[in-house]
T-cell receptor, first 114, second 112 residues
Framework: KAGVTQTPRYLIKTRGQQVTLSCSPI?????VSWYQQTPGQGLQFLFEYFSETQRNKGNFPGRFSGRQFSNSRSEMNVSTLELGDSALYLCASSPLQGTNTEAFFGQGTRLTVV | QQQVKQSPQSLIVQKGGISIINCAYENTAFDYFPWYQQFPGKGPALLIAIRPDVSEKKEGRFTISFNKSAKQFSLHIMDSQPGDSATYFC???????????FGEGTQLTVNP
């Protein structure tokens, strides 16, 4: 089974621009969550999608948004980029069926804002 | 109440030794506690996980010990190897949804 695929792996953007990151979950997994990882703040939850619906949202400004498609693939968007948005953005997929709640992460997208 | 506290921040162990990383939580709604291993440039990889109905779970050289009354859990790596050198994160998840709350991470170095 293929793992979680995130594209692109690396991005360099300028302050004020917007960016869209993509995540393809493991086949059959319906839940996708996004996390931001920085040296100072560690791993912070952004949002969670299940069956195309946002179920949970972390404490991030409205510039951060996401969506999930009918095939469970997800995208997250960051508008009006700030220098502090530079981070590794990780996507995790989970089956969320019965007691199986294991979450598997992709390799992440390294975003650098200059 | 959503926090997960992890210690130590860094750990140096000799090859063959035991590595121990500790975590504590406050939210009693957490009912799933995974540990992740992360190498530089990679995403976190699920290592082992436990639910509160058991006090210990072992998989190979990795063991989770869980103390529900103290709201603490720990990861023990037996016979630590240089290839175990990585950053380890504990995490916790409530009953519903897939949101994980992570500890701050422990950078483990195993010297040959």
């Amino acid at each position: 089974k293929a793992g979680v695929t995130q594209t692109p792996r690396y991005l360099i953007k300028t302050r004020g621009q917007q960016v869209t990151l993509s995540c393809s979950p493991i086949s059959g997994h319906r839940s996708v969550s996004w996390y931001q990882q920085t040296p100072g703040q560690g791993l912070q939850f952004l949002f969670e999608y299940f069956s195309e619906t946002q179920r949970n949202k972390g404490n991030f400004p409205g510039r951060f948004s996401g969506r999930q498609f009918s095939n469970s693939r997800s995208e997250m968007n960051v508008s009006t980029l700030e220098l502090g948005d530079s981070a590794l953005y990780l996507c995790a997929s989970s089956p969320l069926q019965g007691t199986n709640t294991e979450a598997f992460f992709g390799q992440g997208t390294r975003l650098t804002v200059v | 109440q959503q926090q997960v506290k992890q210690s130590p921040q860094s750990l140096i162990v000799q090859k063959g030794g035991i590595s121990i990383i500790n975590c504590a939580y406050e939210n009693t709604a957490f009912d799933y506690f995974p540990w992740y291993q992360q190498f530089p440039g990679k995403g976190p990889a699920l290592l082992i996980a436990i639910r509160p109905d058991v006090s210990e779970k072992k998989e190979g050289r990795f063991t989770i010990s869980f103390n529900k009354s103290a709201k603490q859990f720990s990861l023990h790596i037996m016979d630590s190897q240089p290839g175990d050198s990585a950053t380890y994160f504990c995490a916790a998840k409530p009953t519903s949804g897939s949101r994980l709350t992570f500890g701050e991470g422990t950078q483990l170095t195993v010297n040959p």
